[in-house]
């Protein structure tokens, strides 16, 4: 089964921290850090060391004192950007310089001027000043989703035979569709030499609403590294969710992939990245917004409140959520509205409850959603008439 495992590699405090007003210090880096390790992520990407000195000292600060995960910190293909990373991480009990470059055709003309010959010797040489520091070195080509598969095989073979253990081949704009991002990978590892010596990874964005759908597929394809964000926080329209790779794999373990994250603490974690990053989370986000077990339809809440599993493939508890939610709405119908009543400490025959229901719907036409509060002012009302 060891094959089998999906290393998980956070970029909260990285690519996460891009999003603008989520800003983190050095004391609320540290925080996350020991969170993340906590919960299981087996690479923590800590920073872009060069970019500031905040982010080094937040880098090496870090390095210190989380001794189970892997520290990871970026720099782009440039020696001084690696010197730097490799400064930051040395007092790393497991460290990793994460280097690459742009692949796509429209990064090597419009972003370096240069031509897929001269950007291959870059990538090459990244790697191998990378390797003066650590012998884990991540190389990522830069817009992959968008690189032709056989010039991407190229670079994968040239970095790997250069000493990189980890290939990442991020799909940079989102562009990828899910049969397309999973093919790329399959392509890699079907075409290039020794690709066995390196664990390749999926770094997906959101621009489409596809980042979970994509790095699933590239993992079904044989990739092993998933990098991913705490809320699915990133760069424009995000990055692929943490929280929902980990849930994805563990509903679909007929798929044969695990990771090593407990989700117990899914929920509490996505609240501490939401309160520090300050950063709402949006209701209806997947396993952890505040809508994601809560149930407002009359369908819906008879067929949940007769077997939870009719709409609901995830226990709240599962995932360190409150219990679920009967919300009232004037789509509810009776059978949430006894059960309201009953946990609110009233009992009420049939009978009662089609007289109370006029009553309910006439409150919730005028209400968002009706409250304990109205519920029990109905409800003494109507035993104050029926005494």
């Known amino acids: 089964m060891a094959d089998n495992q999906i290393f998980i590699f956070d970029t909260t405090l990285r690519d996460g921290e891009q999003v603008p007003g989520c800003k983190l210090n050095t004391k609320e880096k540290i925080e996350l850090a020991l969170a993340l390790e906590s919960l299981g992520v087996d690479i923590i990407e800590a920073g872009f060391p060069i970019s500031s000195p905040g982010d080094f000292e937040s880098v090496s600060e870090i390095s210190k004192i989380i001794k189970n995960a892997t520290v990871c910190g970026l720099s782009r293909a440039v020696q001084k950007d690696i010197e730097v990373a490799g400064d930051a991480l040395k007092h790393a009990t497991r460290g990793r310089i994460h280097t690459g470059i742009g692949t796509s055709d429209s990064h090597i003309k419009s972003k370096f001027n240069s031509n897929r010959e001269e950007i291959l010797l870059r990538a090459v040489q990244a790697v191998k000043w990378a390797r003066n520091y650590t012998d884990n070195v991540e190389f990522y080509a830069e817009d992959a989703g968008r690189t032709d598969n056989e010039y991407l095989a190229r670079v994968v ?122 950063m709402p989370v949006q209701p209806n986000k997947a396993i952890v917004g505040a809508n994601a077990f809560s149930h407002s339809s009359g369908i819906h809440q008879d067929g949940f409140l007769k077997d939870a599993q009719t709409y609901e493939i995830i226990r709240p508890e599962e995932v360190g959520a409150e219990t679920s939610k009967i919300v009232l709405t004037a789509r509810s119908g009776r059978s949430a509205l006894a059960y309201r009543f009953k946990n609110l400490g009233f009992e009420f025959n049939r009978n009662d409850i089609d007289v109370l229901y006029d009553r309910f719907l006439q409150a919730a036409d005028s209400l968002k959603e009706v409250q304990d509060g109205d519920l029990k002012k109905i409800a003494h009302q109507y035993t104050e008439q029926t005494n």
């Open 157 to 278: 073979e040239a970095v790997i035979a250069a000493g990189a253990t980890t290939v990442n081949i991020p799909d940079t704009t989102g562009y990828c569709l899910p049969h397309q991002y999973g093919e790329k990978i399959a392509y890699l590892i079907n075409h290039v030499k020794d690709v066995d010596k390196a664990v390749l990874s999926c770094h997906c964005h959101n621009d489409l609403g596809l980042a979970t759908a994509n790095s699933i597929a590239g993992a079904f394809a044989g990739a092993r590294q998933i990098e991913c964000t705490i809320n699915g926080l990133g760069e424009r329209a995000g990055n692929t969710a943490l929280e929902e790779v980990v849930m994805v794999l563990r509903q679909h373990a007929d798929l044969g992939l695990y990771t090593n994250i407990d989700q117990t603490q899914l929920n509490p974690m996505s609240k501490l990245v939401s309160d520090t990053m300050r």
